[in-house]
């Protein structure tokens, strides 16, 4: 497959173990057709050879400001680049680059370029669980970064945990995912994520155990897709890159946004865990226990996947969730005709990593008159993956 054939990417190598992955990533990118300029830190020149990756590469290795004769690599570096790839990425380059300080020429092309980056961070688990690096993972993520999570396995040293750089052939994955087409440009996709929450008094709500991962999974992949993406959520995690949030709490709040939004919405995907039932009413301050237990009375709350669902005009692609613990498939099924959606995705919440609250999810797409497609456990963003390649399907 030559299908990265005049694209060039900038391929960054830092100083750590993993860097002779590095060379079968660059490998597996020429063959695919890409212009390889590989650059490397100092570090890395402790793991593997400057000639190595100049010899499989598309050009020598760079790893200077200073060894040209024009004083700018960098900005050439990045401004020419179709993409900005490291691999792999130490909790020095993670914390530079989140900062915004240009300390050698890796982090001078990242911080000059426009273009697309994924970043495969590599390193121990310690070190990866660090508080520090986490919240430098999540400003990179919210600025539009691809990061390439590392697995579990084992690490240099003889230790075993989560922080080996990811496999080749995930890391092309995901440079082919960032290069890919943007094939919802033009579409407005609307996004629910999170559970809401019902007042019973002042201080106390009904809620569930919806943590917002997936919906927020599926806005970014969405964004990533050149969709224009709003995310109508009841969480407060850093909001993907591209997506604007409308920030709801309860059922009647995030009807309210659906409707407004309606006539502009091309596609809605309900990952929200709407409450089913609410109090009747909420009462004025907070309910003294020394009043004995109180009666909360419920009332159903508006299906609002339903209601939208019913007034679907021709181009609206609906899709909802379905968090089932028993009889999956024949819920969902019932779910999809009674709601008139495009897609339904179902998942077993009894299952172990599954659902609420989770990275991972396991799921069934349901669609009206094609066979079930099952995706095995796996992280929330391959779904939304998923979920978003069928949502493109049926629209085309
Ligand atoms: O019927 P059930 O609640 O299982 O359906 C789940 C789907 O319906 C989800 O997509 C959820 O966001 C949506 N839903 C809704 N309004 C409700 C309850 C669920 O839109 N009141």
């Known amino acids: 497959m030559t299908d990265l054939a005049g694209k060039r990417i900038v391929v960054g190598v830092c100083g750590g173990i993993a860097a002779y992955k590095a060379v079968e990533v660059c490998r597996r990118l020429v063959d695919a057709g890409a212009h390889v300029v590989p650059v490397m830190t100092k570090g890395a020149e402790h793991f593997i050879g400057r000639t190595t990756l100049s ?224 109090p009747v009413a909420c009462a004025d301050g907070k309910i003294k226990k020394d009043g004995g237990v109180p009666n909360v009375v419920l009332e159903p709350t508006p299906d609002i996947l339903c209601a939208l669902g019913a007034k679907k005009r021709p181009g609206q692609t609906v899709v909802g969730f379905a968090a089932e613990t028993s009889d999956l498939v024949a819920n969902a099924q019932s779910k999809l005709a009674r709601k008139n959606l495009d897609m339904i995705v179902a998942n077993d919440v009894s299952q172990p990593g599954v659902g609420f609250q989770h990275d991972t999810n396991a799921v069934t797409f349901l669609r009206p008159g094609q066979a079930l497609e099952s995706v095995a456990l796996t992280d929330k963003r391959a779904i939304a993956r998923e979920l978003i390649d069928r949502v493109v399907s049926a629209r085309s």
């Open 55 to 278: 010899a499989l590469c598309s050009e020598p290795v760079q790893m200077s400001l200073w060894d040209e004769e024009s004083p700018i690599p960098h900005t050439k570096l990045g401004q020419g680049a179709d993409l900005v790839l490291v691999a792999p990425a130490t909790a020095r380059l993670l914390g530079a680059y989140a900062n915004g300080l240009s300390t050698d020429l890796l982090t001078n092309v990242l911080i000059a370029t426009r273009a697309p980056v994924v970043v495969c961070p590599a390193m121990h688990t310690e070190m990866w669980e660090h508080p520090a690096v986490q919240h430098n993972i999540s400003t990179l993520r919210s600025r539009g970064v691809h990061i390439v999570d590392p697995e579990d396995g084992r690490l240099a040293g003889g230790d075993s945990g989560k922080g080996r750089l990811a496999s080749p052939e995930a890391i092309v994955a995901a440079v082919r995912a960032e290069l890919g087409p943007k094939d919802l440009a033009g579409t407005h996709v609307v996004v629910t994520a999170g559970g809401t929450r019902e007042p019973i008094d002042a201080v106390r709500v009904i809620a569930n155990r919806s943590s917002g991962k997936q919906g927020y999974a599926v806005a970014a992949e969405a964004a990533r897709r050149g969709a224009c993406v709003t995310l109508v959520s009841t969480v407060d995690l850093p909001a993907p890159h591209g997506a604007r949030v409308v920030a709801v709490e309860t059922a009647a709040q995030m009807q309210d946004a659906l409707e407004r939004l309606w006539d502009s919405t091309d596609v809605l995907v309900m990952a929200a865990a709407v409450a089913d039932f609410r």
